[in-house]
C-alpha cells in the first residue's frame, strides 16, 4: 500500500524518477538497476520505438553495455547488420561510381589495442526492447503510456504527477531526484526555464521507411551503413534495415522555403527513391514517415536543484558520426553511479554537481565535431554555408571523440584544467580525467578486461607488494582493491609483456583510483607516501567533490 501525503492522496515514492523511455532513459534505468538503486520510469508513449533509427553505437558505449551484462543480447538484436560496414557517397547506386569515405569501421583491428569492445550497429527499434527487458529484470518500475503532467522540486524531493493515458488515472510520484530524458523540446527543461546555447537548426529531412525486393541487388555486395545518395535532383540517404527487402531513406525537407511535410506524399517519396538509387523502375513500397530535425544545441546548465537533464534534453547535435544518443546514453552512465553513491551515503550532494561540470563540456565540443563532419561528408540537406557552427577542419579521427574524452573538471584530481576535452590525438594513458586503459588480466583464472572491474564502487590498482592494498582494505572506504602483478598474493595478473603500471602513467610504487564510470580520479605516479593518508584523503575528496 502506497503512502499517502497530508491530503490523505495515494503517493508512489521513489528515490529516483526517470521521465522519458527511449534508449538515454531506458539507458538510466539499466544502470540503475545495475547499481541496486530503485527507481520509476514514466514514458508518454505506450511502448519502444518502433522507427530503425539512431543505429551507431559506438565503443565507449558497448563498453558501458558490456559492464551492464548486456552487449551479447545487444549483439544478437544487432546480427542482421553485423556485416555492414564504411559510409559509401556516390551519385547512383547503378555501375561502381561514387567513393567509400571509409570502407571499415576499424581497418587492421586496431581498435583492440584500446577496447575489448567494437563499434554495434543496432537500430533503435532493435535496442531499445533489449534495454527494456533488461532493466525490468533488474527490478526497474517501467511504465509506458505514462505522461508527467507536472513537477515541483523542494529541498528535500520532487513531487511529480502522472496520468495513464489509457486509463486517465493521476497519479503522486515523490523522489529524491528526477532525471530528465524527455527529448529535444524537454518539457521538464522548460519548466525549468533553462536556454540552450548553439547555432541551433542545422538542416531538417524526412525519413522514409520502405521495401524494396530487387534494390538488394542493385546494391550488390557493397553493405554498408549508411548510403550518401548525391544526384543533384535527388540526394538522400539511404540505409540498410536488412539488407534484404526493408530500408530507410532520409530526403532532404525545407520547411524554411515553405515545403510542408504533407507534400512528401508516397508517389513524391517512390519517385525521389527511384532517381536517387538510379532504378526508374525500381519496385518502392512506402511504409512510414517520420521529420527529423537536425540541430546543433546544448543546455545552458544540466541541473536545477534535484532536477538533471540527460540526452536530447541536454543536447541535440547532427546524427553524423551517431554522437547524440552515444552521448545521451554515456551521460546516464555518468550521472547513474553519483546518484547510487549519495543515495546510499558514500557521498554527499556536491558530487553530483560534478554531473554538469563533466558532461556539458563533452557535449559542447562533441557537437561541435558532428556538424564539423556532416560538413565533411556533405550530409544531404546540409552544405558548408550553413555550417556556421562547425569546428573548422578535421580535427583527429573518430575515435579520439568517441573514447577519448576527458574530464579536466569534476570528480577528479590531478587533472589538468586547461586540456582539451576531446584531444586532437588518442591518448588514454591513465592520466586523471581520462577513460582508464584497457588491458587484458586474468582474474582467478578468467581472462578478463581491466574495464570490466569498473562499475559499482571505487577501484584501486597497485602493485602486489601490498602497501597500498592494506590501505584500502585497513580503512573504512568505498574502495575495491586489487592487487596487480605475476605473485602469488597477485589478484589480477596482466598477459605476458603488459607493463600495468606503465600502462597507466604509474611507477611501480604507484596506484590508480578509478571510480566507477572507469575514468581515472586520482592517481600516485611514484615515490614516498603514506598510502592510509593519501588514499583517505583522495576518496574524501572524490566523493565531496563539485
Known amino acids: 500500500m502506497n503512502p499517502s501525503d497530508t491530503t490523505g492522496e495515494a503517493v508512489h515514492r521513489t528515490p529516483v524518477l526517470i521521465v522519458g523511455g527511449s534508449l538515454v532513459g531506458l539507458s538510466m534505468s539499466l544502470f540503475l538497476g545495475r547499481l541496486g538503486v530503485p527507481h520509476t520510469l514514466v514514458e508518454r508513449h505506450a511502448g519502444t520505438s518502433i522507427h530503425p533509427r539512431g543505429r551507431g553505437n559506438n565503443v565507449r558505449t558497448m563498453e558501458l553495455f558490456r559492464t551492464a551484462r548486456v552487449d551479447r543480447r545487444i549483439a544478437e538484436a544487432a546480427s542482421v547488420l553485423a556485416d555492414n560496414h564504411g559510409i559509401l557517397q556516390t551519385p547512383t547506386l547503378v555501375g561502381d561510381a561514387g567513393e567509400w569515405l571509409f570502407r571499415e569501421i576499424d581497418p587492421g583491428g586496431g581498435l583492440a589495442r584500446f577496447s575489448p569492445t567494437g563499434w554495434c550497429l543496432c537500430s533503435q527499434n532493435d535496442l531499445e526492447p533489449v534495454l527494456l527487458k533488461s532493466a525490468r529484470e533488474l527490478g526497474g ?208 550532494p556536491a558530487l553530483l554537481d560534478s554531473y554538469d561540470a563533466e558532461r556539458r563540456p563533452v557535449a559542447e565540443a562533441t557537437s561541435a565535431r558532428a556538424s564539423s563532419r556532416s560538413v565533411e561528408h556533405s550530409h544531404p540537406g546540409y552544405t558548408p554555408a550553413a555550417a556556421t557552427g562547425a569546428m573548422p577542419g578535421r580535427k583527429g579521427g573518430i575515435l579520439n571523440v568517441a573514447l577519448g574524452y576527458r574530464y579536466p573538471r569534476g570528480a577528479v584530481l590531478g587533472a589538468d584544467p586547461g586540456a582539451p576535452v576531446v584531444p586532437d590525438a588518442l591518448c588514454l594513458t591513465g592520466e586523471p580525467g581520462t577513460r582508464a586503459p584497457h588491458l587484458w588480466v586474468d582474474r582467478a583464472g578468467t581472462r578478463i578486461s581491466t574495464l570490466d572491474l569498473y562499475e559499482r564502487s571505487l577501484v584501486l590498482l597497485s602493485a602486489e607488494d601490498g602497501a597500498w592494498h592494506e590501505a584500502a582494505t585497513g580503512l573504512a572506504l568505498p574502495v575495491e582493491s586489487y592487487r596487480v602483478g605475476e605473485g602469488p598474493d597477485a589478484d589480477l595478473t596482466p598477459e605476458p609483456g603488459v607493463d600495468w603500471a606503465g600502462a597507466h602513467g604509474v611507477a611501480r610504487d604507484g596506484a590508480v583510483l578509478v571510480r566507477p564510470d572507469g575514468f581515472v580520479g586520482w592517481r600516485h605516479v611514484s615515490g614516498p607516501a603514506d598510502p592510509a593518508k593519501a588514499l583517505r584523503e583522495a576518496v574524501t575528496a572524490l566523493l565531496s567533490r563539485a
Open 141 to 348: 518500475d517501467l511504465r509506458f503510456g505514462t505522461e508527467m503532467m507536472s513537477f515541483d522540486q523542494d529541498p528535500d524531493g520532487v513531487t511529480a504527477q502522472v496520468k495513464s493515458r489509457e486509463t486517465g488515472e493521476h497519479t503522486t510520484i515523490r523522489a529524491d531526484y528526477l532525471v530528465a530524458a524527455d527529448g529535444p523540446r524537454s518539457p521538464v527543461r522548460e519548466r525549468l526555464g533553462i536556454g540552450q546555447n548553439g547555432p541551433g537548426d542545422l538542416f531538417h529531412n524526412v525519413s522514409v521507411t520502405f521495401t524494396s525486393r530487387d534494390l538488394a541487388d542493385v546494391v550488390g555486395d557493397r553493405k554498408f551503413i549508411v548510403c550518401y545518395l548525391t544526384s543533384p535532383d535527388a540526394d538522400g540517404a539511404l540505409l540498410p534495415v536488412d539488407n534484404r527487402e526493408h530500408w530507410v531513406f532520409h530526403a532532404p525537407w525545407h520547411p524554411e522555403h515553405g515545403e510542408t511535410l504533407e507534400e512528401f506524399t508516397d508517389e513524391r517519396c517512390a519517385a525521389h527513391i527511384r532517381r536517387a538509387v538510379g532504378v526508374p523502375d525500381l519496385d518502392v513500397t512506402i511504409t512510414g514517415r517520420a521529420a527529423w530535425h537536425a540541430a546543433e544545441r546544448v543546455a545552458e546548465r544540466y541541473t536545477e536543484g534535484r532536477v538533471f537533464l540527460a540526452g536530447d534534453s541536454a543536447h541535440e547535435m547532427s546524427p553524423t558520426g551517431a554522437f547524440g544518443s552515444n552521448t545521451g546514453i554515456q551521460d546516464a552512465h555518468n550521472l547513474a553511479w553519483k546518484l547510487a553513491a549519495v543515495l546510499d551515503g558514500r557521498a554527499g
